[in-house]
């Protein structure tokens, strides 16, 4: 049994800082992503990780502002979010899959999600 467990969520300032974490348990996939969602949106792609290359890309949304790193022994991913923005607040998932993606049909596992709120 898979499951994925997120944390580091909450409210914070524009320019702010936040680092969630998603903790795998049960074995580990290929690839582990990180989506969001805001009311009335469509999930979208993040970013994602290669569990063996350490390999990440990213939506050009986040692209330099976002960094997703790994710890193997913790079965840990993790996605620092820096500068953000108002537009940033947001459902994040953790998800794992065997491919290389920025599908969310691809995912097989998905967290509970952790919410992210960026005041103005």
């Known amino acids: 049994q898979v499951q994925l467990v997120e944390s580091g969520g909450g409210l914070v300032q524009a320019g702010g800082s936040l680092r969630l974490s998603c903790a795998a348990s049960g074995r580990t996939f290929s690839n582990m992503g990180w989506f969001r969602q805001a009311p009335g949106k469509e999930r979208e792609f993040v970013g994602a990780i290669g569990w063996s290359s350490g390999g990440t890309y990213y939506a050009d949304s986040v692209k330099g502002r976002f960094t997703i790193s790994r710890d193997n022994a913790q079965n840990t991913v993790y996605l620092q979010m820096n500068s953000l923005k108002p537009e940033d607040t947001a459902v994040y998932y953790c998800?794992?899959?065997?491919?290389?993606?920025?599908?969310?049909?691809?995912?097989?596992?998905w967290g509970q999600g952790t919410q992210v709120t960026v005041s103005s």
């Open positions: 998800a794992a899959s065997t491919l290389y993606s920025r599908s969310p049909v691809q995912y097989t596992y």
